[in-house]
């Protein structure tokens, strides 16, 4: 055979094999779309019965739920993807019926098995499932997959433990899940490199709320400053004003200087008056400049008028940050910080040259930005007045001489 026709029976045979495969994607593609028509026939009745389950209100949600339970395989399978994405959306009855559902359909246990399968594409998508249907039972089985080697799955892992120990949590257990929850959660950032990523787990501890605090408390007196740090911040956001006196010693006494950092902002969150004189401790010289600084803030969230004294001097203190985040504090003390930051600006107490700046630079750009409390603006405006008197007085006693 010659070459030319070797070319040719090759073309025609590449025609044919390219026209075979188009044909065979246009029936798969047809078969599919056929399937799905079917899905969506079967599945639009449905809604209907999946809406007021997810609505969970009265007696005829749970008659929606026990219709949808005995499905037949066919309808299951049609309703089943919008029963999981619905799921994650809804909380109190809605999500209690739905679990109740899923787990009457078997759904449920075919999750917990698949926790343990080998593809970890599986453990991660049954993890997911279980968090986003907040299943307290499964607490012991997720923290277990904070140990899984694969990283995807661990992160799974812990952002499921947040929702499935969080208040809410449908199922038995649910007295233990929060506590259990928040311990795993603390462990996982045990040892040389957690084993999830430390935001991720705050975000979890968050979601699990105040029955996590006695885990929290417990963990400030952990060996790892990860786990410190981590349990200071997550106390601070829930406002667990019992945590104070422990957090205070660790702005004091804590070896490490991010420790100290997130105890002192956490304080301030907590504004607790008797974190005062710990905050004032923290700011001295001798400390490290970024603890001072989370310190300085903290007193101006804390509003203590005590540490007004305290304040006024670090306004020119020669770490600028410092000073910038005490003039800042004392605006946020309210009126008695105003007052004297407009009595330094305006050189009516005794303060250097930096201090009597930082303050006016402070009141000018809080009275321009419109962020002044009428209460400050009244501080301000006295002050002023007392200037332009004392000013007016001194010229009067000028010229009568």
Request: aromatic content about 0%.
């Amino acid at each position: 055979m010659s070459p030319l026709a070797l070319v040719t029976a090759g073309l025609v045979l590449v025609s044919v094999l390219v026209l075979a495969l188009a044909v065979a994607i246009a029936v798969v593609r047809a078969v599919r779309a056929r399937r799905a028509a079917r899905a969506r026939a079967v599945a639009e009745p449905l809604r209907p019965l999946l809406l007021e389950v997810a609505v969970g209100e009265g007696p005829e949600a749970e008659d929606a739920a026990a219709a949808l339970a005995a499905l037949d395989p066919t309808g299951w399978r049609s309703v089943e993807p919008a029963v999981l994405a619905v799921l994650g959306k809804v909380r109190g009855d809605g999500q209690r019926l739905l679990v109740e559902l899923l787990a009457a359909r078997g759904v449920v246990a075919g999750a917990r098995r698949d926790l343990t399968a080998r593809s970890a594409v599986r453990r991660a998508t049954a993890a997911e499932l279980l968090g986003a249907a907040g299943y307290a039972p499964a607490v012991a089985e997720l923290a277990a997959l904070l140990r899984d080697g694969d990283p995807e799955v661990r992160l799974v892992a812990a952002r499921a433990l947040g929702r499935a120990g969080a208040p809410g949590a449908v199922g038995t257990g649910v007295e233990e899940a929060p506590r259990a929850a928040a311990t795993a959660l603390l462990a996982s950032l045990a040892g040389a490199r957690p084993a999830a990523p430390p935001d991720v787990v705050a975000r979890s501890l968050l979601l699990v709320g105040t029955p996590a605090a006695p885990a929290l408390l417990a963990a400030l007196a952990a060996p790892e400053p990860l786990v410190r740090l981590t349990a200071a911040e997550v106390l601070g956001r829930l406002g667990a004003t019992t945590a104070a006196p422990a957090l205070e010693d660790l702005v004091l006494r804590d070896p490490v200087d991010a420790v100290r950092v997130r105890s002192a902002a956490a304080l301030g969150r907590l504004g607790v008056p008797s974190a005062t004189s710990a905050l004032r401790a923290a700011t001295t010289p001798a400390t490290a400049s970024a603890v001072r600084r989370a310190a300085v803030r903290s007193l101006g969230e804390v509003g203590d008028p005590s540490s007004l004294r305290c304040l006024w001097g670090l306004l020119d203190d020669a770490d600028g940050g410092v000073a910038d985040a005490a003039a800042a504090a004392l605006l946020g003390l309210g009126a008695p910080g105003v007052r004297l930051l407009a009595q330094v600006s305006s050189q009516g107490a005794s303060a250097s040259a930096a201090a009597v700046a930082r303050a006016h630079e402070v009141v000018t750009c809080a009275v321009a930005a419109e962020v002044m409390p009428p209460a400050g603006l009244a501080e301000v405006e006295a002050v002023l007045a007392d200037v332009l008197a004392r000013a007016s007085r001194g010229a009067a006693a000028e010229v009568a001489a």
